[in-house]
């Protein structure tokens, strides 16, 4: 499914308000209710006012590598009808290698029965965080998850 769109800045700002783990895109500058957090997305010039910097993955020098990622779980009833799929995501891998749970979002789906387990796998994986400048930084990753029924997994 493509992203959400909406109209102005004020309706992104009330969907992603309304809407928990969703994220929104608006012009710098938008004032912000306290209620929405910034992530700034960047290419390396460090993020003032408190905000968060977070770079693409095309940004920065080491993009995060999983170092474990849990076994995935296939849905009993999408496995027994024969379905195969996959999910993208989206999400932001931290300074330490943990995924932000607040930032996975589907950004594909061929089944919504497979977005669960495919959430659910991210959400426990461990990375070796992005690295730019010799230093450890949050990095938005987007990652495709297999649900294939010769291996079940990734």
């Known amino acids: 499914m ?6 102005t800045a004020a309706e992104v700002i009330a969907f992603v308000a309304g809407n928990p783990g969703a994220i929104g895109y608006v012009p710098a500058g938008v004032q912000l209710p306290a209620s929405v957090k910034t992530l700034r997305l960047g290419t390396g010039a460090a993020a003032g006012n408190g905000d968060v910097q977070i770079y693409s ?6 993009p995060p590598r ?8 296939y849905p009993a009833m999408l496995r027994q009808r024969g ?3 996959h999910v993208v995501l989206q999400f932001v891998v931290d300074d330490r290698g943990r995924v ?6 589907v950004v594909e789906s061929t089944n919504g029965g497979f977005e669960s387990a495919a959430i659910e796998v991210v959400r426990r994986a461990r990375f070796q965080p992005g690295r730019n400048d010799g230093r450890p930084v949050p990095v938005q990753v987007q990652q495709t998850i297999q649900f294939t029924l010769s291996g079940g997994g990734e």
Request: without cysteine; glycine residues 6%.
């Open 2 to 7: 493509p992203p959400v769109q909406r109209g």
């Open 57 to 62: 993955s095309a940004a920065v020098e080491e």
């Open 83 to 85: 379905i195969e799929g």
């Open 66 to 73: 999983a170092t474990s990622v849990p076994a995935l779980r």
């Open 100 to 105: 932000d749970s607040e930032s996975i979002s």
